[in-house]
């Protein structure tokens, strides 16, 4: 008997198990498979979708995206339709009946679907008795009718509902009747909504709430009271992001005695004095969230009166000073603490080591100083995740202070201080087992000169290293990929790496980011370094010695997005198989041959940078298919030649157009008046002739390079409407008429140059709204007239616009985030997001040319920031200097020479307290030169050279006892006084001439001879130039340019010489 129960009972078991592997293996039900294909077929009758695989086959639809099946009963409890609606369809009026099928469903999304409403008497309510969550964010529910149509009856399973997304307002009450029919609903989520004050009445009905999210809408806290009244058992509260709460709702905070987590972050506190009271009496608060507020400054001392607290975020505050010793070292249960982006200074405090049970800790982005290995941080062995970058620590490379800190993950130390140690901790054993880590210098501390940290031998779970900035030397760390086999980041650029680039035999598919730029690194670039790395979303390889082809099999990556080569000696590449990259920099190696159209008609490339490199050939028009976008397209500084093709023109181009330095020729097409888009573009350096298009006013364009070109003409009404304008570059063309009026409308302008051309007439006085100008070159042009003297007004402020330093997209580092939940769960605030990294595509840094202290200089960066000058030269000012000019305190050059004025030497000048370069030479000032002159301490070239100046030069002190050529005075009969010849206390004695002792002899060479060798090196050396030149276009063209500026400088020395022999007869 017993053995036909237990045969019995092995029986029932084996039926059992076969029925769960039948079930697992086919999946859910079929009515529930029949009615998921019908919804597809709603929603998406195209069928194009990530859903594509919802198809009618024998394949088990649990395994299908968005579905979750019970194990037991096979039905689908989880539902997740978001963004899988073909946008084209249009709204979508819901019939719910649709979900009928899934008896047992308890979680539906919805969102992203473009929901307006439901049917009559199709809401929700006829879905399954089980369903407890309803996802609706992101949809079009607008007013409370449409809400309405979808909760006709009772769903008294549910306990939660997001609507956020939705732009809804608070109507006539839609809220109070949906409570009356959700009588058990626990979270409630309406963020990012529009809801104000006049919400909170109508969400007292919902008694059960637990949860109310309520951040980014438009509430001020007024009539919050019945909240606290009505609303018992809440426990978590986000009122972030919204509007100025006034003291009302932080005193009726205290009513709400369960909650446990509240964030107030982003929200400008009223009252805040009272914020301490508010706060400080609650016995269950867990969670307090108020970065990016108004806190007084001494909050952190009086949080000490919260002993269940665990999470506190009081990032970007403005807190500064010190941090106390008292209150928030009391929180004993405190796991996680974000203190960063204030403004904190001094070393962390001893009592930082008794919050033992901390966690997280995050003081990025702030003043802290101190080597770590003297402080608390080394007592606080339960912390995982520790972010210090952005101050003024000193760490320890070795890592040495935290060797006992086993539950360590994430640690980020970036542009602090990195400090050597003695070489006995090279070999400590560390009890860590790091996911995350990030160590790099401060670009203002000294190379560190290392070799790799010995501690990362013992690392085997990396997923993220960063290393960059740090001057690390020896050969390429291969081995680090062979420890580390769920590596997916690792940064080692700006190090000192040698060597070939040596890869391991075997394939790493969770690497996404590889980045090993600025390095010596060189040879070829591994072939199969797209069988080690298959699934690379950003790869950037630039400024090393790579030589060779680059692989075509880069172009076969479904997920490269970008890539990197620019600045190495890379020779051949196939263009055509790497258009599949969104961002491609291939800018400065030593590529050639003509491009396929096919290059630019690319669907998915955005950004392309092929500039300085031997790329050749006409670009003929081509036609287009459909319509693309360029973000940015840079073919500068090659040998791109013939006319400029049209089908550029009819791109859309959001940033960036360089084309310059190449040998395009002819005139601009009047489609170059379609880039309404465009931010940034450059012609320059090119054969470009004819008149501007007069229709050109891109709105959006921030700098414009036309110079080095033939173009002529006036420039009418060209950029008349560009006020978003900084940077105007029309240098050496032949542009004629007057400087337009509407110069003045370019309110943003920053840089206006228009040297070399034939503008004529008086200087317009609109130059003077111009508040951001604070480069002005107007040099070897016909301008005439007296200077005007409100351009002594001009602020010349500091601008960061006119150095194009951040245009461009960037490209953050999601994986981090995977890593971080993997480890340490869902982040509670936003120390986890910091630690991405964005690659930034920044375009070449605008260069700005400038002629001053006689030299012609490229300024860019930080310098062209800061850089102010003017420069009037060669044209034919008359008149006096105005003293205005004088109230130009912060420019650093200012050049009035070669011009007809008159009139003494403003003293005013003396006030240029910044200025380097002053160049006056050349006119016909007379008079003294101010002995004020010599307060000026900046000065580093003067020149008053060819004037009627008198009387003794300046008091050889300070700056001016440099100047110790005469060549800075000459030209003045009438000054006397060091450096010249001239003594101005005794009548100045004629130079006797230098005797000849070789006058009449022929000396020791054979002159015959001279002359035979003479003649053949010179015409040797012509016919090598003329060869030379006729072979390279481009040598051809700086050749020009060479002989055109001798000549112009011929023509200006002879007619000023001409005008000073007149004078002195006169």
Not at 344 to 359: E, I, K, V
Not at 499 to 525: A, C, K, R, V, W
Not at 926 to 945: H, K
Request: proline share 4%.
């Amino acid at each position: 008997m017993m053995m036909k129960r237990i045969g019995a009972w092995m029986l029932l078991a084996l039926f059992t198990l076969v029925g769960e592997w039948h079930g697992r293996c086919y999946g859910c039900l079929e009515e529930e498979r029949i009615g998921l294909l019908e919804i597809q077929s709603l929603i998406n009758p195209h069928g194009v979708s990530w859903r594509d695989h919802w198809v009618d086959t024998n394949s088990n639809c649990c395994e299908w995206r968005g579905i979750e099946c019970d194990n037991t009963t096979r039905r689908v409890i989880q539902l997740s339709l978001w963004g899988a609606r073909d946008f084209h369809l249009g709204d979508w009026v819901l019939n719910a009946s649709l979900f009928q099928p899934f008896k047992e469903l308890r979680g539906l999304d919805l969102g992203g679907t473009g929901l307006v409403g439901c049917m009559e008497n199709e809401g929700f309510e006829v879905l399954s008795s089980k369903l407890s969550n309803l996802d609706l964010r992101v949809n079009k529910f607008t007013n409370d009718k449409s809400i309405l149509s979808c909760f006709n009856g009772n769903l008294s399973t549910l306990k939660s509902l997001d609507l956020s997304f939705n732009g809804l307002t608070a109507g006539s009450g839609g809220l109070k009747v949906l409570s009356s029919r959700l009588k058990k609903l626990e979270n409630l989520l309406l963020r990012e909504n529009q809801y104000n004050d006049s919400i909170f009445p109508s969400l007292t009905g919902f008694s059960s709430l637990k949860s109310l999210y309520l951040s980014g809408n438009q509430l001020t806290g007024s009539g919050f009271e019945i909240i606290s009244s009505h609303l018992g058992k809440l426990e978590n509260l986000d009122l972030s992001h919204n509007n100025i709460f006034n003291d009302s709702i932080l005193s009726h905070l205290r009513g709400l005695s369960h909650l446990k987590s509240l964030n107030l972050s982003g929200n400008m506190l009223l009252g805040s004095t009272t914020i301490n009271g508010t706060f400080f009496n609650s016995s269950t608060l867990e969670e307090l969230h108020l970065d990016n507020t108004s806190l007084p400054i001494n909050f952190l001392q009086n949080t000490g009166a919260l002993p269940a607290l665990k999470v506190l975020s009081v990032a970007e505050c403005d807190l500064h000073g010190t941090l106390p010793a008292q209150g928030w070292c009391e929180l004993k249960n405190l796991k996680q603490l974000d203190l960063a982006r204030n403004n904190f200074g001094g070393a962390l405090p001893d009592c930082l080591g008794n919050l033992s049970s901390l966690q997280l800790l995050d003081v990025s982005d702030n003043q802290f100083t101190g080597n770590i290995a003297f402080g608390p941080l080394t007592k606080l062995i339960s912390l995982e995740f520790l972010s210090l970058s952005n101050n003024l620590f000193e760490v320890p490379i070795s890592m040495k202070p935290f060797m006992n800190h086993s539950s360590l993950k994430f640690f980020s130390s970036e542009n602090n201080r990195l400090v050597t140690e003695s070489a006995a901790f090279d070999n400590l054993i560390p009890k860590f087992q790091l996911v995350f880590f990030r160590l790099s210098s401060s670009p203002t501390s000294e190379a560190l000169n290392v070799e790799i940290l010995d501690f990362l031998y013992y690392q085997y779970d990396l997923r993220t290293l960063d290393l960059s900035h740090n001057n690390i030397f020896g050969m390429f760390p291969s081995w680090l990929l062979k420890n580390n086999t769920r590596m997916e980041q690792l940064y080692l650029s700006e190090n000192s790496f040698v060597g070939t680039l040596q890869l391991l035999d075997h394939p790493y598919p969770n690497m996404t980011e590889l980045d090993i730029s600025n390095n010596n690194i060189n040879g070829q670039i591994p072939k199969d370094i797209c069988l080690i790395f298959p699934n690379l979303w950003i790869l950037r390889m630039a400024d090393n010695g790579f030589t060779g082809y680059i692989p075509s099999c880069l172009g076969n990556f479904s997920s490269l997005s970008f890539l990197d080569l620019s600045n190495n000696q890379l020779s051949t590449v196939k263009l055509e198989q790497l258009t599949t990259i969104q961002v491609l920099k291939l800018s400065n190696n030593s590529l050639g041959g003509q491009i396929p159209t096919s290059v630019f008609n690319s669907s998915i490339s955005q950004y392309l940078y092929l500039g300085g490199n031997y790329f050749w050939g006409q670009i003929s028009d081509f036609p287009l298919y459909g319509w693309k976008v360029w973000s940015v397209l840079d073919l500068s500084n090659n040998q791109f030649s013939g006319m400029l093709p049209r089908s550029f023109f009819n791109f859309t181009y959001d940033e960036v157009l360089d084309l310059s330095k190449n040998l395009f020729k002819g005139p601009i097409p009047r489609d170059f008046c379609k880039l309404d888009r465009l931010e940034f573009l450059d012609l320059s350096d090119n054969y470009l002739s004819g008149y501007m298009p007069s229709c050109f006013n891109p709105p959006q364009i921030t700098h414009i390079h036309l110079s080095k070109n033939r173009l002529s003409g006036p420039l009418t009404y060209g950029f008349y409407n560009s006020s978003s304008l900084v940077t105007m570059d029309l240098r050496d063309n032949s542009f004629i008429g007057s400087i337009p009026n509407w110069i003045g409308n370019l309110s943003s302008l920053s840089v206006l140059l228009l040297r070399a051309n034939n503008f004529d007439g008086e200087l317009a006085v609109q130059l003077c709204l111009l508040e951001q100008l604070s480069i002005l070159d107007v040099s070897q042009n016909q301008l005439s007239g007296p200077l005007p003297s409100c351009l002594g007004n001009l602020t010349l402020k500091e601008s960061s616009q006119k150095t194009l330093a951040d245009l461009g997209y960037g490209f953050p580092s999601w994986s981090i985030e995977k890593a971080y939940y993997e480890t340490m769960g869902p982040p509670l605030g936003d120390s986890m997001y910091n630690l991405g990294k964005d690659f930034w595509v920044n375009f070449t840094e605008e260069v700005i040319e400038f002629t001053t202290k006689n030299m012609y200089y490229g300024y860019k960066g930080k310098v062209l920031s800061y850089m102010y000058g003017i420069d009037l030269s060669n044209n034919n000012f008359v008149g006096a200097i105005p003293p205005e000019f004088g109230n130009l305190s912060k420019i650093l050059s200012l050049n009035l020479s070669h011009n007809n004025l008159t009139g003494s030497i403003p003293a005013t000048f003396s006030n240029l307290k910044q200025i380097e370069s002053l160049d006056l030479s050349y006119n016909n000032l007379n008079g003294a030169i101010p002995p004020q002159l010599t307060e000026i301490t900046t000065l580093e070239v003067f020149s008053v050279a060819y004037n009627n100046l008198s009387g003794r030069t300046p008091e050889r002190k300070y700056q001016f006892g440099t100047f110790d050529d005469e060549n800075c005075y000459e030209g003045n009969p009438f000054l006397c006084g060091p450096p010249l010849r001239n003594n101005c206390s005794e009548e100045a004695v004629p130079l006797q001439p230098v005797p000849n002792d070789e006058q009449g002899d022929d000396g020791f060479i054979d002159m015959e001879f001279f002359y035979i060798s003479f003649g053949v090196c010179y015409t040797v050396v012509v016919m090598t130039i003329a060869a030379v030149l006729y072979i390279n276009p481009y040598w051809r063209r700086r050749w020009s340019y060479f002989i055109e500026d001798c000549i112009n400088t011929c023509y200006y020395f002879v007619v000023a010489s001409f005008r000073k022999f007149s004078n002195v007869r006169r």
